[in-house]
């Protein structure tokens, strides 16, 4: 603020002062200096608030990235929340696909900003108990998700993960999985020791692989038992049904969590306010995911979903 000095004097230094014509030049100047001083405060303010806004600003024009493990769901999930980032005006949004591993590993090492993919707390279990404490929960984005091993209904004697014992010839020895570093995968080698499948082998694949090999046996109506989770398109699609697991390898119904690295809520609080506030039904995602299996690309099926449902998304913003 500039400094202002008001200096009264008297051109005559012989006459004697005029009192009162002093007092009024005296009031005159204090005012003008509390006029100068409140113009002072008023443009720091401006310039405080201007500072604010190029600091938000700021944020929306930073780097985002989202890791993410390629499963259908997440799939879904990771490119609608990158097409709501964009709509709420963050304009550089990356989505990478990793293993269940690396995607941790990224995320406390700050590879990666946050995720949508986390199944806890059974199926990512044993990456949660070595990264946690370096990765920032935000919270649950989807309740009530499953995984576990499937077979088509019309496979009738085989209701049980224990009934699978004796059947290993109709099944060609096989169980049909997904990536090796997933945790389904990881639960399913468990299942196969506490069952004591022994005469089967886990078929490491991809989870298009595994919908692919589930497909070509429904048409040909063949046995096959695959490894598979909730909400998944396969479940509109075909009738199938989980085998029943007595023994709880894969546990009760999990939740799919937002997680960040350390950091994002201080470095980007619009961003972390929206991924506090992302939640959806399996009904949403499942709708994302017939989509992209109909033939949409992924980001396609993302964008038809974001502009079907505009008052959710305004929700997740922070608009309403």
């Not at 886990?202 to 038992?225: D, F, K, Y």
């Amino acid at each position: 603020m500039p400094r202002i000095v008001v200096v009264l004097y008297l051109s005559n230094t012989k006459m004697k002062p005029n009192k009162k014509k002093l007092k009024s030049l005296f009031i005159a100047g204090l005012v003008l200096s509390l006029f100068i001083f409140g113009a002072g405060c008023a443009d720091n303010g401006e310039e405080a608030h201007e500072e604010g806004e190029i600091s938000a600003e700021s944020e929306f024009n930073k780097p985002v990235s989202i890791g993410y493990v390629l499963w259908e769901g997440e799939i879904a999930s990771t490119n609608v929340i990158q097409q709501v980032l964009r709509q709420a005006g963050y304009t550089n949004v990356e989505i990478l696909a990793v293993d269940a591993g690396p995607l941790y590993q990224g995320l406390a090492s700050g590879e990666f900003d946050f995720t949508t993919s986390s199944w806890l707390p059974l199926t990512h279990a044993s990456y949660w108990n070595t990264y946690g404490d370096k990765i920032d929960s935000v919270g649950v984005n989807l309740e009530d998700v499953r995984i576990g091993l499937v077979v088509p209904s019309y496979v009738e004697d085989v209701n049980t993960i224990g009934d699978l014992n004796g059947n290993s010839v109709m099944f060609d020895g096989e169980i049909v999985g997904i990536d090796p570093g997933a945790g389904i995968m990881q639960a399913t080698e468990n299942a196969i020791d506490v069952y004591n499948l022994n005469d089967y082998t886990l078929v490491s694949s991809s989870s298009a692989g595994m919908t692919a090999a589930l497909q070509r046996a429904i048409v040909n109506e063949e046995p096959i038992v695959v490894t598979l989770w909730s909400p998944h398109w396969a479940f509109n699609r075909w009738d199938l049904k989980y085998l029943e697991d007595p023994e709880g390898v894969y546990g009760e119904a999990e939740h799919v969590e937002t997680l960040a690295r350390e950091g994002l809520k201080e470095d980007m609080p619009n961003l972390y306010g929206i991924l506090e506030r992302f939640a959806w039904t399996h009904e949403d995602i499942q709708s994302v995911m017939l989509d992209i299996e109909a033939g949409m690309t992924a980001e396609e099926a993302a964008a038809k979903w974001v502009e079907n449902n505009p008052e959710k998304v305004k929700e997740w913003i922070g608009e309403e």
